[in-house]
């Protein structure tokens, strides 16, 4: 029998988790909505990310932190669910980082992809 798994993040902002997924090209509806699931199961979440199967994989807050909540059997994303995670944090980190120190007057001066696919950022503040 299939049924739904959580798979815990270090995600906590909506809004940073609703800009990496726009970044990554994920449709995805803003919650409270219904995931379906397995027999008709059906679970609220606060995102939702559709899929053709009518499985559909979401995150919901446990009040630490956005879930990744899906039924692994039917996961149908072009990526595995360890991939998809590291993409959808690695832009979430991203967000997270320029919203912060945007914050405290820094702007985005640099930003460079490396060869591992990870990120250089450069933040600068002018001060008069």
């Not at 990554?24 to 606060?46: E, H, M, N, S, V």
């Not at 998809?84 to 460079?112: D, W």
């Amino acid at each position: 029998m299939s049924h739904f798994s959580n798979i815990k993040t270090k995600i906590r902002n909506l809004t940073s988790l609703k800009k990496a997924l726009d970044d990554l090209g994920i449709d995805w509806k803003p919650g409270p909505g219904q995931i379906r699931g397995y027999q008709g199961q059906k679970r609220t979440a606060d995102v939702v990310v559709e899929q053709n199967n009518d499985y559909d994989i979401g995150f919901s807050w446990n009040g630490n932190e956005y879930e990744l909540i899906a039924d692994l059997q039917y996961w149908q994303q072009p990526l595995t669910v360890e991939s998809f995670l590291r993409k959808v944090t690695q832009r979430y980190a991203y967000h997270t980082v320029v919203n912060e120190t945007a914050k405290q007057g820094f702007e985005v001066a640099e930003q460079q992809k490396n060869e591992d696919g990870s990120l250089r950022l450069v933040v600068q503040r002018w001060s008069a």
